[in-house]
């Protein structure tokens, strides 16, 4: 398989100054994304589990002017069942994108101490008085997030650049008023893949090309030109763990894997996918612990 290379990849931390507890850029290749961080503080009897609020812990917000990059007719417009058409546009629309970010955000034990939908966090303080006492006071607090992604410009390939920004987000977030730290069980690390259409090789054979955080002009080659789609797996990282530790868990374990249009994907596709994104995983490990 022909991977060639993914375009020059860049994130910074903090990327805003004020407004967000969290929040990074990411710029991969000419794709653009700013992601925020914001905590909502939530107040209910939690003595009743019938109070418990009933929204997820993440809230999702995409903004994006989306437009249809590909020559086809919208999803929802379509009078005839076309699984490989309608899977192509969630690729691209709004609701498909928002809906993939909430699932990686909120059904993938991203999170960890978030049971119930919320993170609580208890602080104790002494008071003292020259009459009384000291006189020692617990403060519960409880809370969810907001999640915003803005695309600020688009040449493909945006939600890798979305999960990254999450990932660089959260990974320098503290709760509000504290040193604490979100409690995160890995930071997902996303890359794309576009299977072109087959060529011929030296040898006669027919080979797949694989082009890497594809652009929307191979985006469109590969789920409408004859190819195989557009393939994206996440994998998780570690980057506080023990290096041994680290080394030992990314080698066998995947976060997600989904394709998009096309025609299918062979397997050893899939793996040569697998080996590239580990070694995108090992270079975003090296940035964090910088």
């Known amino acids: 398989m022909d991977s060639g ?19 990074s850029m990411v710029k991969i290749g000419d794709t653009h994304v700013v992601t ?8 209910f009897d939690a003595s009743s589990s019938d109070s418990l609020p009933p929204t997820p812990l993440c809230t999702i917000t995409l903004d994006f002017p989306f437009t249809h990059h590909h020559n086809r007719t919208p999803a929802y417009q379509q009078s005839v069942a076309n699984d490989t058409i309608r899977t ?21 034990n991203l999170f960890s101490s978030c049971d119930y939908g919320f993170f609580e ?4 303080a002494t008071t003292t008085s020259t009459t009384t006492p000291p006189t020692l006071t617990t403060t519960t607090q409880r809370y969810k997030l907001n999640l915003s992604f803005s695309i600020l410009n688009n040449d493909g390939n945006f939600m890798d650049a979305c999960v990254l920004g999450l990932s660089q987000s959260i990974s320098s977030c503290c709760f509000p008023n504290t040193t604490i730290n979100l409690p995160v069980n890995f930071l997902p690390v996303s890359i794309s893949c576009a299977i072109m ?14 082009r890497f ?12 030109g004859g190819g195989g789609g557009v393939v994206r797996v996440v994998l998780p990282c570690y ?12 080698l ?3 976060v997600c894997i989904d394709c998009w249009g096309g025609g299918g994907v062979k397997l050893n596709v899939i793996r040569g996918v697998l080996a590239v994104g580990r070694r995108r995983v090992e270079e975003v490990e090296r940035a964090l612990n910088a």
């Open 5 to 23: 290379c993914y375009r020059k990849t860049q994130f910074v931390s903090n990327f805003l100054e004020y407004g967000a507890a969290g929040s």
């Open 36 to 43: 925020a961080i914001a905590f909502e503080e939530i107040v």
């Open 88 to 108: 192509a546009n969630s690729y691209n629309s709004l609701s498909g994108s928002t809906s993939y970010l909430h699932k990686l955000a909120n059904s993938m």
């Open 121 to 124: 966090l208890t602080s104790s």
């Open 197 to 210: 259409k087959n060529t011929k090789g030296g040898d006669g054979k027919s080979q797949s090309a694989a």
């Open 213 to 224: 955080d594809p652009g929307l002009v191979e985006e469109a080659e590969a789920m409408e």
């Open 239 to 250: 980057p506080k763990k023990d290096k041994d530790e680290i080394k030992e868990k990314g």
């Open 252 to 254: 066998d374990e995947l």
